[in-house]
């Protein structure tokens, strides 16, 4: 890669054949960027929302269309990234895109925000879940980020409950890998307490009975938070991620203590809006039986008529009465499907309730 200096100028470059060269690319992809956004803003001036302009899954098929006719030495995935940039970056100019997550700063749900959108986003840092779903339905952010499920835990319970009470359609999945590590600035026989969220802490249970036993283990709001509190304190240790370490200057004192090591979280892209059909499609609903016997067979029934694969089912207590409870369920298909409506219809007729949560791209078919 050639130096780049302030004062290089055309008559210095001049002198260097290459260097020119070099310049006169930059000047023109600079050119080219400044033609596509004109070309954008004609073709979104009257978007009266986010969703009208944002389409990851058209995004997706333009990027693996570049992919293919890049036949040089430019890695592909660096063209992933850089697009995913250009984009994100093109659309802000318009329309403005802001991110709510589970903060603070280098949590994994942090992690999964930035694997799905850009850097160029406005991120918003909550101190709760809630917080996430109350900041995309007042509008203060067009999106929200939050856990759902993970591969070796299961699912993530207050996530569900947030649906009950807000009005919010889920618009994608982000599959992240989680590596936990134990974070802290003193050596691991001087640690005395560890610090971390519930679940990592779970996630971790084999390897601090084995490694940490009798060292107090406390609950942190996220992994994050553990990791600021570790480096503040000195014997205090954090289960976090190799990011928090960087951005907390702490040393990773054992790697990878998960219990499992293929272990992914998922996470759902909230917002108000739904996307379109990409023709691999999952659909999340959640549904409440009536009290009689085989109610949920019942419910169940059309799925099988209809051929649909159920994915996924969840059951959370109602919280109106005791032993009532609220299904969630995740389905292959998206609502617009014809099987998929047909199903609904019939599981209406057996539900007490019935709430659709949103279709939305099968991770295995977009991969941000």
């Known amino acids: 890669m050639w130096p780049i200096k302030s004062d290089i100028g055309k008559e210095q470059a001049a002198t260097d054949p290459s260097q020119e060269k070099l310049i006169s690319i930059d000047e023109q992809i600079i050119s080219l960027l400044n033609k596509r956004v004109e070309v954008v803003t004609e073709m979104t001036s009257g978007a009266s929302n ?49 991110v709510a997550y589970l903060g603070p700063q280098a949590t994994y749900t942090h992690q999964a925000a930035l694997k799905y959108f850009s850097s160029t986003c406005k991120y918003i840092s909550t101190d709760s879940i809630k917080e996430v779903f109350e900041g995309v339905e007042s509008g203060k952010a067009s999106f929200g980020v939050v856990p759902v499920e993970n591969s070796s835990e299961g699912a993530v319970n207050y996530t569900l409950d947030m649906f009950v009470d807000y009005n919010l359609k889920v618009y994608a999945e982000v599959l992240l890998s989680i590596n ?39 609950e942190a709001g996220s992994t994050a938070q553990a990791a600021a509190i570790a480096a503040d304190e000195k014997g205090v240790a954090a289960i976090g991620s190799e990011l928090a370490a960087k951005i907390y200057d702490l040393n990773i004192i054992e790697k990878d203590i998960e219990n499992e090591k293929n272990n992914v979280t998922r996470f759902l892209v909230i917002s108000k809006d739904a996307q379109g059909s990409t023709g691999n499609d999952m659909t999340l609903i959640m549904f409440t039986a009536k009290d009689q016997p085989g109610s949920l067979h019942e419910i169940l029934a059309p799925f099988k008529k209809q051929k649909i694969n159920l994915t996924r089912i969840e059951s959370r207590p109602s919280k109106k009465k005791a032993w009532d409870y609220v299904f969630f369920a995740d389905m292959e298909g998206h609502i617009e499907d014809k099987k998929v409506k047909k199903a609904l219809d019939d599981v209406r007729k057996h539900c007490v309730y019935l709430k659709i949560l949103g279709s939305y791209p099968h991770m295995e078919t977009i991969e941000r």
């Open 50 to 98: 986010i969703s009208e302009v944002f389409s990851p899954s058209k995004e997706m098929e333009l990027i693996g269309r570049l992919q293919k006719l890049n036949t040089g030495q430019f890695p592909n995935d660096a063209i992933k990234t850089i697009f995913k940039e250009i984009f994100c970056a093109t659309m802000s100019l318009e329309h403005p895109m802001t």
């Open 180 to 218: 936990h590590h134990l974070l802290s600035k003193s050596a691991i026989g001087e640690i005395r307490k560890i610090y971390s969220h519930p679940q990592p802490i779970a996630q971790c249970r084999k390897w601090l009975e084995r490694h940490m036993l009798g060292v107090p283990i406390f």
